[in-house]
C-alpha cells in the first residue's frame, strides 16, 4: 500500500507564497503521474497540477503562472511552489499518484487570509 504524505500547509496573507510537500513511501518513478488537487468548502476536488514521469507538467488555468510543480526522485518527493497566494486558493490540498492504481494523501489545510 502506497502511502502519501502532505505537508507544509498553513495561513498566509494574500500576495505570500507557500511550498507544499509530499512524501511517498515507495519509489516516484515508478507512477505515471503525480498532481496536487484542491477541495476549497461546499466546492468539488479540482486538479491543480499534474506532473508526469517524464516531467511533463499541466497547470489549471486559475494557478498557471503563479504555481510550480516539481519532484525529486531521489527523495521521492513532490514539490508545490505557491507564489502569489489568493483567498480563493484556499483550499485542503490533497497529493495524488498514479500507477495501476490512483493514491491520495490525507490532505493539507491552506488557508490565504489577511
Known amino acids: 500500500q502506497v502511502q502519501l504524505v502532505e505537508s507544509g500547509g498553513g495561513l498566509v496573507q494574500p500576495g505570500g507564497s507557500l511550498r507544499l510537500s509530499c512524501a511517498a513511501s515507495?519509489?516516484?518513478?515508478?507512477?505515471?503521474?503525480m498532481a496536487w488537487h484542491r477541495q476549497a468548502p461546499g466546492k468539488e476536488r479540482e486538479l491543480v497540477t499534474s506532473?508526469?514521469?517524464?516531467?511533463?507538467?499541466n497547470y489549471a488555468d486559475s494557478v498557471g503562472g503563479r504555481f510550480i510543480i516539481s519532484k525529486d526522485n531521489a527523495k521521492n518527493m513532490v514539490y508545490l511552489q505557491m507564489n502569489s497566494l489568493k483567498p480563493e486558493d484556499t483550499a485542503v490540498y490533497y497529493c495524488?499518484?498514479?500507477?495501476?492504481?490512483?493514491?491520495w494523501g490525507q490532505g493539507t489545510q491552506v488557508t490565504v487570509s489577511s
Open positions: 495524488m499518484s498514479v500507477d495501476i492504481r490512483t493514491y
Open positions: 515507495r519509489s516516484i518513478s515508478l507512477f505515471n503521474t
Open positions: 506532473i508526469t514521469a517524464s516531467g511533463k507538467t
